[in-house]
């Protein structure tokens, strides 16, 4: 199911369609019909962080950090938009799909660029996305995300090279590149979704599927701090309130109250970029949907949340998400960004978080 959910996300929010004239009509007939399912971040969503000092002055590891240690972000991340007209033309149709790729590329590029262990030399696709040199026209982090979304499109189109399919670039294969291909795993870094995690003593990398378990702020500073460059995926819902019966806490009266169902409306990835902790919204993102930087929280009790006047004066029963194979999500762990919560604003449920660090 992992596969299959993996490949919808790709699906949904990466081009790895077939780009031929006609596929392209189709697909984009299908934005417009299915806009929630693919819309990147509107340029106006939210309350973004418009100036952030990347000046702080005390380095520890990856993270550029003030005297405390507790307000730090990550150094040499490219803020980078999905649908950013500097692309490459012929991929730039592509774009609407793109918050997957690109995330994938602001974490490549600021993995390799604050690299400590990592070889002098090392191979494959790896070596050609940091073999570009950005130019007035294209700075470097643009060409290799025109670079990775011309790879999803190989891969799309089944093209072959070597004798091989080309498959989607990750940090798995990046991870086997700094090594002769090598990783301690009994899995194929070389192929996409093969592989949970990619570990060798230059690299490591992983997915992690989010179900049952919790991820909270502390968990992804915590990765920070540790030297990881750490994305994650979420699955957007528009909550609707209904009437239900619902049995009261403490009793075993049944009492008429409210109802909240979650509709799957979208998928989007994000990259976690700093944090300021102590914060109700800890965590500083950079979102590839528009490329803006916001704060955001992960929390998983949505009795924070205003649901609207039908939920504060009666019990209320929660159907949580439980649709994983339709490339949404099976949590109660959610990501919220400051300023929202509102009770017509989206819940962002997770889905997968994935780091990598050189």
């Given at each position: ?63 550029d ?35 997957y790729d ?5 974490v ?29 026209a294209q ?32 940090f ?36 992690h ?92 009790d ?6 609207g ?50």
């Open positions: 199911m992992k596969k299959i959910s993996s490949l919808i996300s790709a699906v949904l929010c990466a081009a790895i369609l077939v780009p031929t004239t006609f596929a392209q009509r189709k697909i984009e007939t299908a934005i417009r019909v299915r806009d929630l399912i693919v819309a990147p971040t509107a340029k106006d969503f939210g309350k973004q962080v418009k100036i952030i000092d990347f000046t702080r002055g005390y380095k520890k590891g990856i993270l950090c003030d005297v405390t240690g507790d307000n730090c972000t990550v150094m040499n991340m490219p803020l980078l938009s999905q649908v950013d007209l500097r692309i490459d033309k012929d991929v730039q149709w592509m774009s609407p799909w793109g918050c690109t995330s994938i590329t602001t490549i590029s600021t993995a390799l660029a604050n690299r400590k262990k990592s070889p002098l030399d090392f191979q494959g696709r790896t070596k050609i996305f940091d073999s570009f040199v950005g130019d007035a700075p470097k982090e643009i060409k290799q995300l025109s670079y990775v979304y011309r790879e999803g499109k190989k891969e799309g189109a089944g093209e072959k090279e070597n004798g091989k399919v080309v498959q989607h670039l990750y798995h294969e990046v991870a086997a590149d700094m090594s002769n291909g090598l990783i301690i795993q009994k899995c194929n870094p070389y192929i996409y979704g093969n592989c949970e995690r990619a570990t060798n003593d230059f690299a490591d990398s992983f997915r599927w989010i179900s049952t378990d919790t991820l909270t702020n502390e968990d992804i500073i915590g990765w920070m701090e540790k030297g990881y460059v750490v994305m994650i995926a979420y699955a957007r819902y528009k909550p609707t309130v209904g009437k239900t019966m619902v049995k009261n806490i403490g009793d075993f009266a049944i009492l008429p109250g409210s109802k909240i169902d979650f509709e799957f409306v979208g998928q989007h990835k994000v990259v976690f970029s700093g944090f300021r902790k102590g914060a109700e919204y800890p965590l500083l993102i950079n979102d590839v949907g528009n490329g803006k930087r916001y704060y955001v929280k992960l929390s998983n949505l009795s924070q949340r205003d649901f006047q039908a939920t504060r004066l009666r019990p209320v029963k929660i159907d949580y998400p439980n649709d994983s194979k339709k490339g949404g999500a099976n949590t109660k762990n959610y990501l919220e960004y400051e300023g929202e919560g509102k009770p017509d604003d989206n819940v962002n449920f997770l889905v997968h978080f994935d780091g990598l660090r050189l």
